[in-house]
């Protein structure tokens, strides 16, 4: 249907394929660590944008949304989220919260997981953002859990445009905010960071702006939005208080509507086709395929 609808295109003017899209490509986040003590809010999937990105008619370009992790539910740090891809951009997966009252280090990704409560004051136990490095950024370390006790704050993940907040005392910290991209055709914000679990009664961290999920106090933390890379919430006190899931990716072109469309979407994506400001917009929320003009 694809190519009968361009070979239609052709015959009636000879409308070229466009030879650039804009894109946006956003990871799968990290989970929650798991409480118990305090489990770290999990690291955003990385953010990456840019516009004129080369394209030819005829090549096919691979197209991955990468999914949220799982929340953290033994005794180490929770899984990352997946990547996401589109041709040879790539966007690390956030890396997932560290487990509660050993201070366990968050994990590395596009943005980094939140340490686990009650380390050492001296251990900087957040997990590391922009890994693997890419320019511009595509996130932010994690905040690192309070230290000095079995069971004290632990630390918000990092978000696509900020680092996640550090615990203090027995609150946990907010998962860092994400980054805003209008090229769905309205301003959506993508990649908040979770926040880190919390003692009963003091206050969990919130999720970041863009997905983020929430921790929790003497509750498991929350699981993030779909399709906005959000962290997943670290789980608070209480016996078996899990961590809450990363939100799943997203990718996003955009090109003239002018341009001749797509040939031919591979039958594994899930995707929606709009219009807006001149442009043909394929936003993909799940799956993996190739696509091309």
Request: charged share 5%; hydrophobic share 25%; aromatic share 6%.
């Amino acid at each position: 249907m694809f190519a009968f609808t361009k070979l239609m295109q052709a015959m009636a003017g000879g409308v070229a394929s466009p030879t650039s899209v804009d894109y946006l490509v956003v990871a799968g986040g990290g989970g929650g660590g798991k409480g118990g003590g305090l489990g770290g809010g999990g690291g955003a999937g990385g953010f990456r944008t840019s516009t004129g990105f080369a394209v030819t008619a005829g090549t096919n370009y691979t197209v991955t949304v990468g999914g949220g992790a799982a929340g953290g539910t033994t005794n180490a740090t929770a899984a990352s989220g997946s990547n996401s891809v589109f041709s040879s951009i790539t966007s690390a997966g956030g890396g997932g919260g560290g487990y509660d009252n050993n201070g366990n280090t968050g994990g590395n990704g596009g943005s980094g997981g939140g340490g686990g409560g009650g380390g050492s004051p001296t251990n900087t136990n957040f997990g590391s953002g922009n890994t693997p490095s890419v320019t511009p950024s595509q996130g932010s370390n994690g905040g690192t859990g309070s230290g000095n006790g079995p069971a004290l704050g632990a630390g918000g993940g990092g978000g696509a445009s900020a680092v996640g907040s550090d615990g203090s005392g027995s609150a946990g910290g907010n998962g860092g905010n994400g980054t805003a991209s209008t090229l769905s055709g309205s301003s959506v914000t993508y990649g908040g960071g979770g926040g880190g679990g919390a003692v009963s009664g003091s206050p969990a961290g919130s999720g970041g702006s863009g997905g983020g999920a929430a921790g929790g106090s003497s509750a498991d933390g929350s699981s993030a939005t779909a399709n906005l890379g959000g962290g997943g919430g670290g789980g608070g006190t209480g016996s078996n208080r899990y961590g809450g899931a990363g939100g799943s990716g997203i990718v996003i072109i955009s090109y003239p509507s002018s341009k001749t469309d797509l040939a031919s979407i591979g039958v594994g994506l899930t995707y929606t086709k709009t219009t807006s400001g001149g442009n043909t917009i394929y936003t993909f929320t799940a799956g993996t395929g190739d696509i091309s003009w």
